[in-house]
């Protein structure tokens, strides 16, 4: 899924620096400024690299290397949206949220992305947190059943339920909020959920961010 796709197909993959390939779960703020500041120092973007990347579990306070188990309690909002996690990203307290990091990115001449998690965290759903614009709670949206098998971190929504579509176009507006160009969607292609992927694709395109999705 790409905002400038034709026919379904991007004219070519996103390229840039994703800290997964070099940090996995354990990335900090400051691991991100190195190297976007070394993308900019040798000119990467002449060779089509446009995109910095913030990869998995952003959210967590500590650092877990095989981001497999259910680290608590995540950073997250009262609507039940996680949010980065200031111990490892300074810049994002007091609800700044990745806009610091982001802006720095930009100033660099390069987009900004992030990683998420297909579906509506189990915290939130443990909380029964409040769907943003909406009478409806976490608990009324979220697919118990329905969990990725390599992490632990969320349930998936069922689209078919009311207030579904608003928590997925809440969490997309929060990352425009942020300055969010780009967003990696994890456990939503391997299988294949068409539901939820036509939920975020409804929302993300309007709000001018690029999206993939993977496994």
Not at 29 to 58: A, C, P, Q, S
Not at 101 to 127: C, N, S, T
Not at 139 to 163: E, L
């Amino acid at each position: 899924m790409n905002g400038k796709c034709q026919a379904g197909l991007a004219a070519a993959p996103a390229m840039g620096w994703n800290s997964w390939h070099a940090f996995g779960a354990t990335v900090t703020e400051d691991e991100v400024k190195v190297n976007v500041d070394y993308l900019d120092r040798h000119g990467l973007r002449d060779f089509g690299w446009e995109y910095v990347v913030v990869d998995i579990l952003w959210y967590t306070p500590g650092s877990d290397p095989t981001y497999s188990r259910w680290i608590t309690p995540y950073t997250m909002d009262e609507y039940g949206r996680f949010i980065p996690s200031p111990e490892r990203f300074p810049s994002a307290g007091k609800d700044q949220g990745f806009k610091p990091l982001a802006d720095y990115v930009h100033d660099k001449g390069f987009k900004f992305g992030i990683h998420i998690m297909r579906g509506i965290p189990r915290q939130a759903v443990e909380h029964n947190c409040p769907v943003l614009g909406t009478g409806v709670r976490a608990a009324d949206i979220a697919d118990r059943s329905d969990v990725c098998p390599w992490n632990n971190d969320m349930y998936g929504v069922d689209t078919s339920k009311p207030g579904a579509q608003e928590y997925y176009d809440s969490m997309f507006k929060l990352y425009a909020g942020w300055g969010v160009d780009y967003v990696k969607v994890d456990d939503i292609a391997v299988p294949y959920h068409k539901e939820e992927v036509e939920a975020i694709r409804d929302t993300y395109s309007e709000l001018g961010i690029n999206c993939s999705i993977s496994r």
